[in-house]
């Protein structure tokens, strides 16, 4: 199993942690340049080069380097993408209880049932993956990393992530997004958003949030681009973790994936995104099988390591912070 899971981690770190990130934030920023007036529109390759380049400088340097970074990058990402979410929500706060209507409807009608029920929902649990990568294994990467002697206490603070990523920061973007009109895929809503049913991931978030503030896109793309970079870095670690568990650790193994790891920098940037979530997709499915099974097996050890951590902080053995 720890083989299998290595060998997915490294193709999960190439496609949807490495991959997704640059092509949407490649995506994005061509869109605020001009679009197909913009000087990279054709050759996005140069964007993605020079991200390759920021991306190894920070790498090289190992976990402690991709830690400085992410601890100042993500707090300053997060609050960007969630002020800007609340301007719209509070500006239309009449409309939340319509729009939570609307999804709930729309998922339940019957005809959603007949429209691909199935389909949606492997969509759903796809980009649910990609959002909060719950039950795919990286975390305990992640997690691993941290100096702490009570392993189930970190297990605790990683359940933090999911909650804040999924059902703040996803359950927000859908309010915007359906608030603004783009909820009606595809139909002829009052905005008159005809081509909303051509619009995929970044542009369409980054379209709905342009209905209430038409200057967001741009601070949305810094947001996308610092989103990409830590996401990268991140991941990169994950890949590099399982690649030394397969080739063994020595400076020559660790530069040659951080090398690959670049590359498919460049390449992410280049290629359509169709490609790349597909390619991020069956990667990222590949790691849960490994992942899930190995749970399973440790459930009785895990439950057994919680009602303890949890019985010694009843006790007094360890000490409860007020």
């Known amino acids: 199993l720890a083989v299998l899971f290595a060998i997915a981690c490294i193709g999960g770190s190439f496609g949807g942690g490495n991959m997704v990130q640059i092509n949407q934030a490649t995506k994005q920023l061509i869109e605020v340049t001009g679009g197909e007036a913009s000087f990279l529109f054709g050759q996005s390759w140069i964007f993605g080069v020079v991200m390759a380049m920021l991306v190894g400088l920070i790498i090289i340097?190992?976990?402690?380097?991709?830690?400085?970074?992410?601890?100042?990058?993500?707090p300053f990402m997060v609050g960007i993408y969630v002020l800007g979410a609340m301007v719209v929500l509070v500006g239309n706060v009449a409309e939340i209880p319509?729009?939570?209507?609307?999804?709930?409807?729309?998922?339940?009608?019957?005809?959603?049932?007949?429209?691909?029920?199935?389909?949606?929902?492997?969509?759903?649990?796809?980009?649910?993956?990609?959002?909060?990568?719950?039950?795919?294994?990286?975390?305990?990467?992640?997690?691993?990393?941290?100096?702490?002697?009570?392993?189930?206490?970190?297990?605790?603070?990683?359940?933090?992530?999911?909650?804040?990523?999924?059902v703040v920061i996803c359950t927000m973007?859908?309010?915007?997004?359906?608030?603004?009109?783009?909820?009606?895929?595809g139909q002829d809503v009052a905005l008159g958003l005809a081509q909303a049913k051509d619009l995929q991931a970044i542009?369409?978030?980054?379209?709905?949030?342009?209905?209430?503030?038409?200057?967001?896109?741009?601070?949305?793309?810094?947001?996308?681009?610092?989103?990409?970079?830590?996401?990268?870095?991140s991941w990169s670690y994950?890949?590099?973790?399982?690649?030394?568990?397969?080739?063994?650790?020595?400076?020559?193994?660790?530069?040659?994936?951080?090398?690959?790891?670049?590359?498919?920098?460049?390449?992410?940037?280049?290629?359509?995104?169709?490609?790349?979530f597909d390619f991020g997709d069956a990667m990222i499915f590949a790691m849960c099988f490994p992942n899930v099974l190995g749970l399973y097996f440790l459930m009785r050890e895990v439950k057994e390591d919680v009602a303890d951590y949890f019985r010694r902080i009843k006790s007094g053995e360890i000490k409860r912070y007020e």
């Open 238 to 276: 994950y890949g590099l973790k399982s690649w030394t568990f397969l080739f063994g650790e020595s400076r020559a193994s660790d530069l040659t994936y951080k090398a690959i790891f670049c590359l498919f920098v460049i390449l992410g940037s280049a290629i359509s995104a169709q490609s790349v």
């Open 173 to 185: 973007t859908a309010l915007v997004i359906v608030i603004s009109g783009y909820g009606e895929m």
């Open 61 to 74: 340097g190992g976990i402690k380097s991709i830690a400085k970074v992410t601890d100042k990058v993500v």
């Open 203 to 233: 542009e369409l978030t980054s379209s709905a949030f342009a209905q209430t503030m038409s200057w967001f896109p741009v601070v949305l793309s810094v947001a996308v681009i610092l989103f990409a970079l830590s996401t990268m870095i």
């Open 98 to 166: 319509s729009a939570f209507a609307l999804i709930i409807s729309s998922a339940f009608s019957p005809e959603a049932a007949y429209g691909g029920l199935i389909g949606v929902l492997i969509v759903g649990f796809q980009r649910a993956a990609f959002s909060n990568e719950a039950g795919i294994g990286s975390a305990s990467i992640a997690h691993s990393a941290a100096k702490t002697n009570e392993p189930v206490s970190e297990g605790v603070v990683a359940l933090l992530e999911p909650f804040i990523d999924t």
